[in-house]
């Protein structure tokens, strides 16, 4: 039940990536998905989740990432996969970024039980 990332990368201020989640088992289609990440040294942080496509697919960004990034998901045969648009890429994004879903694991939305191993981003000058 363990999502699995992938897209990360190294690029320069102001590039694109797009990170991945592909998570397989029905618990991961009804319920929300999230996108975290930790810097070295810091404490993990959100950034963005999307519900479920039966709660309507709303989505929450941390402030730091509004207006940059987008979150979206899609199902590709048996895989739920959610995806993170990260546009206008800054040197404070780099970042381990980790994908979050399951069961309710916490008291806001977001926080669900399952993580991914996570995926680097480095973002330089």
């Known amino acids: 039940v363990q999502p699995v990332e992938s897209g990360g990368g190294s690029v320069q201020a102001g590039e694109s990536l797009r990170l991945s989640c592909a998570a397989s088992g029905s618990i991961f289609s009804i319920s929300p998905m999230a996108w975290y990440r930790q810097a070295s040294g810091k404490q993990r942080d959100f950034v963005a989740a999307?519900?479920?496509?039966?709660?309507?697919?709303?989505?929450?960004?941390a402030d730091s990432v509004k207006g940059r990034f987008t979150i979206s998901r899609d199902k590709d045969n048996d895989k739920n996969m959610v995806y993170l648009q990260m546009n206008s890429l800054e040197p404070e994004d780099t970042a381990v970024y980790y994908c979050n879903g399951g069961p309710l694991s916490g008291r806001n939305w977001w926080n669900r039980g399952y993580w991914g191993q996570g995926t680097q981003v480095t973002v330089s000058p």
């Open positions: 999307i519900s479920s496509d039966i709660s309507g697919g709303i989505t929450h960004y």
